[in-house]
């Protein structure tokens, strides 16, 4: 069971892909794999498709979610929108992977911009779901689990760490939940979307929610664990994405690291990327 084979799953846009293109090069060296999966949208599936090859199953995301297109979010009065429909968009589309291919169980949500460095396990001895611990608190993230099961999440931690290992049968009976508490012919993206108070424009989040879902019902299947990681900006850097070599440096330390389009401590990560990989006082 530790090294039980997982279908990677992640959502990108062809932006992403120079980064998607070095983690799906080194995915299958890093975790216990069996595919990886890309949902995208129409029209960058054929681009995504030539540049990752047989490395992955490139999935158009029109139609995935049954009755849902991402066009049915932008109307949605909320801090950011209609901009910010798509990021909503791309968090549904992981969980909706949860109805396919049922028979199995588990899957690893995966960030398109993030490349794994070091080989990681998501199961213990015991079988048990390695779930990453993370620092960040949004409380908008709590406030929206409150509305959407009517109980308190009893944060302990975040789960917002790049990736989360879901087991669809419980991604199922966490929508399914959602259903019932909130009847009404819409599906469970708009159900998610009609509880959300307009405070912030991050105001759900996959990881959260289902990550405390099942460490909530289900403590016996989950153990929390600690992994090395780290957030890098490159729209910042002026250069180009980071050579073999610095990948190999940053392993040293890493399990892992995220290649974000916006991150509020760049400063004083720019001053540590420059000490520790020797990169240039140029960057800005």
Not at 60 to 79: A, T, V
Not at 118 to 134: E, I, S
Not at 229 to 238: A, D, E, N
Request: with cysteine.
């Amino acid at each position: 069971m530790v090294d039980r084979p997982l279908q990677v799953v992640t959502a990108c846009r062809a932006r992403d892909l120079p980064v998607l293109e070095l983690a799906a090069a080194r995915l299958p060296e890093c975790v216990p794999f069996d595919g990886l999966t890309v949902l995208a949208p129409e029209a960058d599936c054929e681009l995504i498709r030539a540049r990752l090859g047989r490395n992955a199953n490139v999935v158009s995301e029109e139609g995935f979610i049954p009755g849902l297109r991402l066009e049915d979010l932008r109307g949605f009065k909320l801090p950011g929108f209609p901009a910010g429909a798509g990021w909503y968009y791309q968090q549904f589309l992981k969980l909706q992977y949860a109805f396919v291919d049922p028979e199995d169980d588990f899957y690893l949500v995966w960030d398109a911009d993030t490349v794994p460095l070091r080989p990681m396990q998501f199961f213990d001895v015991q079988g048990r779901m390695l779930l990453t611990r993370a620092s960040e608190f949004h409380p908008p993230y709590f406030d929206t689990y409150r509305r959407l099961f009517g109980s308190d999440p009893h944060r302990e931690c975040s789960f917002i760490a790049q990736h989360m290992l879901m087991q669809k049968s419980v991604v199922r009976e966490m929508l399914a939940e959602i259903e019932r508490r909130f009847p009404g012919p819409y599906p469970w993206p708009l159900k998610i979307m009609n509880v959300l108070e307009p405070v912030h424009p991050n105001l759900f989040s996959e990881y959260e929610t289902y990550g405390h879902y099942i460490k909530n019902r289900y403590p016996d299947r989950v153990a929390i664990i600690e992994r090395a990681w780290l957030r890098v900006i490159p729209q910042f850097w002026g250069r180009r994405m980071p050579s073999a070599s610095e990948l190999r440096r940053l392993a040293e330390r890493y399990d892992y690291v995220s290649f974000e389009r916006g991150y509020a401590k760049w400063r004083a990560l720019k001053l540590w990327l420059q000490k520790f990989l020797g990169w240039p006082d140029r960057l800005r």
